[in-house]
């Protein structure tokens, strides 16, 4: 199983919400990223863990939580979003972190409307 | 700072054809360089991946090459197909960390 899930594919919110969003991988990775994707841009790096701990944080507003619960399973939770936060939002998992040869695998994304 | 970048930012050429995908960055002392594939509101696949050490790499259609020395890689794409139209992006890890710095991706349309 080569394969990262997200769910759900689609989520409309207000700006008064609390969601969250879903990642899986059953590859035994033990790296977990989460991405943020605005129309023709390229993906930014918003969190990143490793072995379940948050190792990177890119400066990303408090409205935005992530969380690992367990090596296969990567949630970022939501509350109070802005307009401007409408974006594809990208999960990947790698083996490790800093592997010479360990590509990131993504999943399909979650669009993300904020109303 | 270290930034990659693609050009041109689109691309058509017709089936059939051979085309080579253009990538540079800033600062020679990478540690691996990727190509991405991106269909249009999907994730990304990963096609390749060429180690600091290494020149090349190929799969199938697909030829990556790297040039530490002048800051490019291309990805040669032989024999065109229209499954092959796709934003293809371009991304470096120059610190042995665990961040990828993108580029902003060239937007491939293959013309039946």
């Known amino acids: 199983d080569t394969e990262v899930t997200q769910t759900p594919k689609h989520l409309v919110m207000g700006m008064t919400n609390k969601k969250s969003l879903k990642c899986e991988q059953h590859?035994?990775?033990?790296?977990m990223y989460w991405y943020k994707q605005k129309a023709k841009k390229p993906p930014e790096l918003m969190f990143v863990?490793?072995?379940?701990?948050?190792?990177i944080n890119e400066s990303v507003p408090s409205r935005f939580s992530p969380e690992c619960p367990n090596s296969s399973l990567l949630n970022l939770h939501l509350h109070a979003l802005q307009p401007e936060d409408s974006a594809l939002y990208l999960c990947?998992?790698?083996?490790?972190?800093?592997?010479?040869?360990?590509?990131?695998?993504f999943g399909p994304g979650t669009r993300l409307t904020v109303l | 700072k270290q930034e990659v970048t693609q050009i041109p930012a689109a691309l058509s050429v017709p089936e059939g054809e051979n085309l080579v995908l253009n990538c540079s960055f800033t600062?020679?002392?990478?540690?691996?360089l990727q190509w991405f594939r991106q269909d249009p509101g999907k994730g990304l696949t990963s096609l390749l991946l060429?180690?600091?050490?290494?020149r090349e790499q190929t799969s199938g259609r697909l030829n990556a090459s790297l040039d530490k020395s002048s800051g490019r890689s291309t990805l040669y794409i032989a024999a065109s197909q229209p499954g092959d139209s796709a934003t293809y992006l371009c991304?470096?890890?120059?610190?042995?960390?665990?961040?990828?710095?993108f580029g902003t991706g060239t937007r491939l349309t293959i013309i039946p």
């Open positions: 990947a998992s790698s083996p490790q972190l800093g592997g010479l040869t360990d590509t990131q695998y």
């Open positions: 590859m035994g990775h033990r790296a």
């Open positions: 863990y490793s072995y379940e701990k948050l190792s």
């Open positions: 600062d020679s002392a990478i540690y691996n």
């Open positions: 060429i180690q600091s050490s290494q």
């Open positions: 991304a470096v890890n120059f610190g042995g960390n665990e961040k990828l710095t």
